[in-house]
């Protein structure tokens, strides 16, 4: 099963009043239809717990909210039927207050999603480079943007380039003049699937000081790859394909031994 991802729906001005207008509605509804039935201190008692419950489940969101909600409305009776002596229920108060809890926490949650990419965004590749230790970002870019970053890695300004898609990704780190080191995994979430396309035998007496990200550390010369193969391998990713290094792959979890540090 395809994992849910939480993205940025935004909300239009029109829709942000329209929903305002209907918490208004659901809370003057239940005034009127509960002070038929109870007296005012249980209307308000009805509306503050049912918006509460209804308003903290909605800005939790899960798959469990919609159930969890309507726990929440057979519960009410329940509990002031059973458990609390005395206590007092108005079904219509309490549905109103439900709806209306239910809205208010969805537009607070909004307002905190902001912070996420943007709905469809998602189920675009993301490319990523870091410029003296400034990212900047290019969403769904073109092979020859993707080659451009590539190219442009010098071992100080530019030390790491990242393409990311969907569980995919794929990171490039050093100078292009010298040599780049690549990692490439087809799901982040699976540490040995991991791997770093070489170009020659591996000597760990062989090293060279390779620029990954905010750090530089000795790397096997071997390891490295120089720009042509480097895009060579991205058009690969690019493409959904899997292309090795000249000399073969080197996967598993040691990969990791190496992976670059973010700025």
């Given at each position: 099963?395809?994992?849910?991802?939480?993205?940025?729906?935004?909300?239009?001005?029109?829709?942000?009043?329209?929903?305002?207008?209907?918490?208004?509605?659901?809370?003057?509804?239940?005034?009127?239809?509960?002070?038929?039935?109870?007296?005012?201190?249980?209307?308000?008692?009805?509306?503050?717990?049912?918006?509460?419950a209804a308003g903290v489940l909605a800005y939790i969101g899960s798959g469990w909210a919609m159930a969890g909600i309507a726990l929440v409305f057979f519960l009410g009776p329940v509990v002031t039927r059973f458990v609390l002596d005395g206590a007092q229920l108005s079904i219509r108060v309490w549905f109103m207050a439900i709806l209306a809890g239910w809205i208010l926490g969805a537009l607070v949650r909004r307002t905190r999603d902001r912070e996420l990419p943007p709905r469809?965004?998602?189920?675009?590749?993301?490319?990523?480079?870091?410029?003296?230790?400034?990212?900047?970002?290019?969403?769904?870019?073109?092979?020859?943007?993707?080659?451009?970053?590539i190219r442009a890695l010098d071992g100080r300004d530019r030390t790491l380039v990242i393409l990311r898609d969907r569980a995919r990704e794929l990171d490039l780190c050093g100078d292009a003049a010298t040599g780049i080191l690549?990692?490439?995994?087809?799901?982040?979430?699976?540490?040995?699937?991991?791997?770093?396309p070489f170009s020659a035998e591996v000597d760990?007496?062989?090293?060279?000081?390779?620029?990954?990200?905010?750090?530089?550390?000795?790397?096997?010369?071997?390891?490295?790859?120089?720009?042509?193969?480097?895009?060579?391998i991205a058009r690969g990713f690019h493409g959904g394909r899997t292309v090795a290094g000249s000399a073969g792959i080197w996967r598993g979890e040691d990969v990791l031994t190496v992976r670059p540090s973010l700025p």
């Open positions: 099963m395809k994992k849910r991802v939480r993205v940025y729906r935004p909300l239009t001005g029109g829709a942000l009043v329209g929903n305002l207008v209907l918490v208004v509605v659901a809370i003057c509804v239940a005034f009127i239809l509960g002070l038929t039935q109870v007296s005012l201190s249980v209307v308000l008692s009805n509306l503050v717990v049912g918006m509460v469809g965004s998602e189920e675009r590749p993301v490319l990523q480079w870091w410029v003296r230790g400034k990212r900047f970002e290019e969403r769904n870019p073109t092979l020859a943007q993707v080659e451009a970053k690549v990692f490439r995994t087809e799901d982040t979430k699976d540490e040995s699937l991991w791997e770093v760990d007496q062989d090293s060279v000081e390779t620029a990954m990200g905010d750090v530089s550390a000795p790397v096997a010369r071997g390891l490295l790859v120089d720009a042509d193969e480097a895009s060579s």
